[in-house]
Each structure stands twice: as C-alpha cells, then as structure tokens.
Nanobody
C-alpha cells in the first residue's frame, strides 16, 4: 500500500506559478513511477505528467509541455509538479498517482491515488 497526499493548490492569476507536492508513505517510494492527473468540472480525468523511478525520464501532455515540470525527491518520498505560465484552462483538481510500471498515460495503470488538490487560475 502507498498513501499519497497532495498539497500546494490554491488560487492564482493567469501567468502565475504554483508548485504542487505529493508526499508518499507506505511502501518504498522509489519502487513507483509517479504521475499527475487533473480533472476539471464536467470533464474526464486527464494525464498531465509522469516521471520514472529515478527521475531520469519525464513525460508531459502536450497542453502543459514547456510550462509544467515534474520532479521527485526519493530521499523525501515526495513528487512535485512545478506549474508556470498558468492559464484559466489549467483550473482543475490535481491528483498524484503511483504505479509500479507499464504505460504512463492511462489512469487505469495507476494503482494508488491521492485525494486531490484544487488549482484555480483566474483570468
């Protein structure tokens, strides 16, 4: 079992930045690849970014490429999502998730999920 807790969400103006954190507890954090997903009202939960076990490989949705950066600190059992140049369309609940392996993109491949943190970007 892995427990995930997100933090760092909030209200920000368009063009601003936020850093989300995902603190993990339970089984060995470095055994899991980490992903960030988001869900806007009335929409499906969608892939945002993912990172490999060591952090050497990262993947992004086209909509956030160049603006968001995913990272992890295995010594602190924490994953991060640095979000810059935020747009109103980035408004959503952001979830972190963990998987032992497989494709990064489908949410069905992730075994553990946090409770989510709200990000609201005003225009």
């Amino acid at each position: 079992q892995v427990q995930l807790v997100e933090s760092g969400g909030g209200l920000v103006q368009a063009g601003g930045s936020l850093r989300l954190s995902c603190a993990a507890s339970g089984r060995t954090f470095s055994s899991y690849r980490m992903g960030w997903f988001r869900q806007a009202p009335g929409k499906e939960r969608e892939f945002v970014a993912a990172i490999s076990w060591s952090g050497g490989s990262t993947h992004y949705a086209d909509s956030v490429k160049g603006r968001f950066t995913i990272s992890r600190d295995n010594a602190r059992n924490t994953a991060y999502l640095q979000m810059s140049s935020l747009k109103p369309e980035d408004t959503a609940v952001y979830y972190c998730a963990a998987q032992p392996g497989g494709s990064y993109y489908p949410r069905s491949r992730y075994d553990y999920w946090g409770q989510g943190t709200q990000v609201t970007v005003s225009s």
